[in-house]
């Protein structure tokens, strides 16, 4: 129940193309979606978030889709470009002081 | 742009050894989170702090480890002795309770090789 699946496990993208990761749970009592960015020796960098109480936001060439009564969202990079490549994480937490559950990463590489 | 900041960047010691991690999370910050990741795997929750006693904790932190906020900047996680297996880059992170988000921010990590 505490467990979060990604897929796919890598991604490769054309320039300019579109990079969709999707993400599913099983706890309802998740209330905090979160992504990830991370490159190689750095730490994860939070990029968007999104809240149950909204099916979609967008940030820049970022957006989140939240489907609630399928228990599942995705991150959707458009034109993705070859500094986007990096392993994208999806998250899930419960409240404040709750920890993160991660899925395991996408590895995204985006070709010139 | 306020950062959570973490030292040594990598740390190397013997098997059976204890190491002190280091972290100086966001200053308003009042959550304060350690995970693990082991390399090419994915992100592992540790330990939440929150007003200096652990809110939470996973099955992986166990007796060998131990967290302290010694003043009120530093956060560190102590593995009292190590083992191979606990080899992974560790990461800090800390939140604030203020706003509809639990956005944690984490720092570069330190890389603990135990040999």
């Known amino acids: 129940q505490q467990q979060v699946k990604q897929s796919p496990q890598s991604l490769i993208v054309q320039k300019g193309g579109i990079s969709i990761i999707n993400c599913a749970y099983e706890?309802?009592?998740?209330?905090?979606f979160p992504w990830y960015q991370q490159f190689p020796g750095k730490g994860p960098a939070l990029l968007i978030a999104?809240?149950?109480?909204?099916s979609e936001k967008k940030e820049g060439r970022f957006t989140i889709s939240f489907n609630k009564s399928a228990k599942q969202f995705s991150l959707h990079i458009m034109d993705s470009q070859p500094g986007d490549s990096a392993t994208y994480f999806c998250?899930?937490?419960?409240?404040?002081?709750?920890?993160?559950?991660f899925g395991p990463g996408t590895r995204l590489s985006v070709l010139p | 742009e306020p950062e959570v900041t973490q030292t040594p960047s990598h740390q190397v010691t013997q098997m059976g050894q204890e190491v002190i991690l280091r972290c100086v999370p966001i200053?308003?910050?009042?959550?304060f989170y350690w995970y693990r990741q082991i390399l090419g795997q994915k992100v592992e929750f540790l330990v939440s702090?929150?007003?200096?006693?652990?809110?939470?904790k996973s099955e992986i932190f166990d007796d060998q480890f131990s967290v302290e906020r010694p003043d009120g900047s530093n956060f560190t996680l102590k593995i009292r002795s190590t083992k191979l297996e606990d080899s992974a880059m560790y990461f800090c992170?800390?939140?604030?309770?203020?706003?509809?988000?639990?956005?944690?921010?984490f720092g570069p990590g330190t890389r603990l090789t135990v040999t």
């Open positions: 992170a800390s939140s604030g309770t203020s706003g509809n988000n639990y956005e944690q921010y």
């Open positions: 706890n309802t009592a998740f209330d905090y």
């Open positions: 999104i809240r149950p109480d909204v």
């Open positions: 998250a899930a937490s419960k409240r404040y002081g709750q920890n993160f559950v």
């Open positions: 200053s308003n910050h009042l959550y």
């Open positions: 702090f929150y007003n200096n006693e652990i809110s939470e």
